[in-house]
């Protein structure tokens, strides 16, 4: 009976979720992205680039560069669809602009729907470049938390271990 009572005591200290406040914000009204304010995260830089150079700080640093990481990635992300929608609505607008004010309904989805085909060709490569730096950077935070929660969970085995002796 006290050997079950300890297993489960162990199998419930392994547990590494920590409780997680992190908000969603309202979509931006213009690249329709959420921001996400994290509970954890590093003060933003007043800057795009961080003013200090993590090789500055001693001990382990990743997980604070996976924070600035993170935040990056979602910057990134916000930046490119605020440029695109941008440059996609001022060009819709332009098109509809130059339509005689006589033009029927129909008149204007045929010219939105040949304006939306072009912008779909023009874009594609910007399109296709962004998804892959996209995917690389979001791979590389994927990989560094991963091995943050590793880090954590051994750290974690080695004190109960310490403590079980």
């Known amino acids: ?22 908000l969603v914000g309202p979509p931006d009204r213009i690249s329709h992205i959420r921001p996400i304010i994290y509970d954890d995260a590093p003060p933003a830089p007043s800057e795009s ?3 200090y150079s993590l090789g500055e700080f001693t ?6 560069q996976w924070k600035i990481q993170r935040q990056q990635l979602d910057t990134f992300n916000h930046e490119y669809w605020l440029d695109s929608n941008t440059r996609f609505e001022a060009g819709q607008q332009a098109v509809l602009d130059n339509l005689p004010s006589t033009a ?4 204007r989805e045929i010219a939105l729907s040949q304006y939306y085909k072009q912008w779909v060709a ?16 979001n791979w590389a935070n994927i990989f560094l938390g ?20």
Request: aromatic share 8%; net charge positive; charged share 40%.
């Open 146 to 165: 991963a091995k943050l929660k590793y880090r954590m969970l051994w750290s974690r085995l080695s004190r109960q271990e310490v403590h079980s002796q």
């Open 122 to 137: 023009q874009e594609s490569e910007r399109q296709h470049a962004y998804s892959d730096e996209w995917r690389k950077r």
């Open 1 to 22: 009976m006290l050997a079950r009572s300890r297993i489960r005591v162990s199998a419930r200290s392994l547990h590494t979720t920590i409780s997680r406040k992190d």
């Open 49 to 51: 680039r961080h003013p």
């Open 104 to 107: 029927s309904a129909e008149d």
């Open 59 to 64: 001990g382990d640093t990743r997980e604070y």
